[in-house]
């Protein structure tokens, strides 16, 4: 069986740390597989607030819908973990970006999971994609590849 293999972009943007909570256990006794994505979704909301937005539908007036998602599980992470989530920049289209993200232990350094999401840029009272508001894109680094 083929298995998702994501390769990380050089940019990194962002990385916040999330300490795993009781709820956040399966019956596996381990982090549970849906709880990464909303690892991931808590670090793209904290990489805007960053930026100084409140949250992701309003971003200069726009806002943003998942588009796809990938997940690669490498390891258990359990209650009581501190897990250091770092967020990457990889391909900038005229209506989307794609988000890179680690996962790993902040104190063992072990990886927990890589993941993916496209995120597009979304007017809700039309429900239609829209382009990237051009002040967000004066916010993350050069060295980002932009895809026409």
Do not use: W
């Given at each position: 069986m083929s298995r998702i293999k994501l390769k990380i972009p050089d940019t990194s943007l962002f990385s916040t740390e999330i300490t795993v909570r009781i709820s956040d256990i399966n019956y596996g006794n381990h982090l549970g597989n849906e709880i990464v994505l909303s690892y991931m979704q808590e670090t793209r909301l904290r990489f805007f607030r960053s930026l100084g937005y409140k949250d992701e539908l309003n971003i200069e007036g726009i806002g943003t819908i998942q588009a796809d998602a990938a997940i690669e599980y490498r390891g258990e992470s359990?209650?009581?973990?501190?897990?250091?989530c770092t967020l990457f920049l990889g391909d900038i289209g005229k209506r989307s970006i794609?988000?890179?993200?680690?996962?790993e232990n902040a104190v063992n350094g072990k990886l927990i999971a890589r993941g993916k999401t496209g995120i597009a840029f979304y007017d809700y009272t039309l429900k239609t994609t829209v382009n990237i508001p051009q002040q967000l894109l004066e916010k993350v680094p050069r060295s980002a590849k932009l895809i026409s």
């Amino acid at each position: 069986m083929s298995r998702i293999k994501l390769k990380i972009p050089d940019t990194s943007l962002f990385s916040t740390e999330i300490t795993v909570r009781i709820s956040d256990i399966n019956y596996g006794n381990h982090l549970g597989n849906e709880i990464v994505l909303s690892y991931m979704q808590e670090t793209r909301l904290r990489f805007f607030r960053s930026l100084g937005y409140k949250d992701e539908l309003n971003i200069e007036g726009i806002g943003t819908i998942q588009a796809d998602a990938a997940i690669e599980y490498r390891g258990e992470s359990f209650h009581g973990d501190i897990i250091r989530c770092t967020l990457f920049l990889g391909d900038i289209g005229k209506r989307s970006i794609d988000f890179y993200y680690v996962l790993e232990n902040a104190v063992n350094g072990k990886l927990i999971a890589r993941g993916k999401t496209g995120i597009a840029f979304y007017d809700y009272t039309l429900k239609t994609t829209v382009n990237i508001p051009q002040q967000l894109l004066e916010k993350v680094p050069r060295s980002a590849k932009l895809i026409s």
